[in-house]
């Protein structure tokens, strides 16, 4: 999977874990909040971009 993102998306990976991390330190329970808008956001982009591949013929 790593090797997909290349060092640019490891790194703002590591930057996204971090930053939730931070805010877990201070208040978990927003943190979990947090989390779960950027997972519902990712999977949000995902089936987008799916789709959009979908439409030109390259899935």
Do not use: P
């Amino acid at each position: 999977m790593f090797e997909r993102l290349g060092i640019g998306g490891v790194a703002g990976l590591v930057v996204l874990l971090a930053g939730i991390l931070l805010i877990a330190w201070e208040n978990l329970i927003i943190a979990a909040g947090l989390a779960f808008v950027l997972a519902g956001l990712g999977l949000l982009v995902r089936a987008l971009i799916g789709n959009v591949m979908r439409q030109f013929g390259m899935v």
